[in-house]
Nanobody, 122 residues
Framework: QVQLVESGGGLVQAGGSLKLSCVVS????????MGWFRQSPGKDREFVAR????????DYADSLKGRFTISRDNAKNTVYLQMNILKPEDTAVYYC???????????????WGQGTQVTVSS
């Protein structure tokens, strides 16, 4: 089993920055892919970014490239999401997810965190 706990969400003004963290515990050695997703009210959960635990290879949603950066610290079993130049449309619950497979944009990650709210005011 794997457990995930996100933190770092909050209220920020447009143009500001936030850094989300996700601490992973349990069978961390089984993890291949670590990702971030987000969900706004009334919308489907959408892919934000992913990183491989081993090589650190990254992929991003096209619309977020250049503003968001995903990273990981394997020694701390933590994956991060640095969000810059935030916009009101970035308001959502952000979820961390991990999986033993090499997943990209799929929502079929096996393990999910409880989510952390990010609210961007205009």
């Amino acid at each position: 089993q794997v457990q995930l706990v996100e933190s770092g969400g909050g209220l920020v003004q447009a143009g500001g920055s936030l850094k989300l963290s996700c601490v992973v515990s349990g069978r961390t050695s089984s993890i291949y892919t670590m990702g971030w997703f987000r969900q706004s009210p009334g919308k489907d959960r959408e892919f934000v970014a992913r990183i491989t635990r081993g090589t650190g290879s990254t992929d991003y949603a096209d619309s977020l490239k250049g503003r968001f950066t995903i990273s990981r610290d394997n020694a701390k079993n933590t994956v991060y999401l640095q969000m810059n130049i935030l916009k009101p449309e970035d308001t959502a619950v952000y979820y961390c997810a991990v999986d033993p497979r090499n997943l990209y944009f799929s929502k079929e990650y096996m393990y999910w965190g409880q989510g952390t709210q990010v609210t961007v005011s205009s």
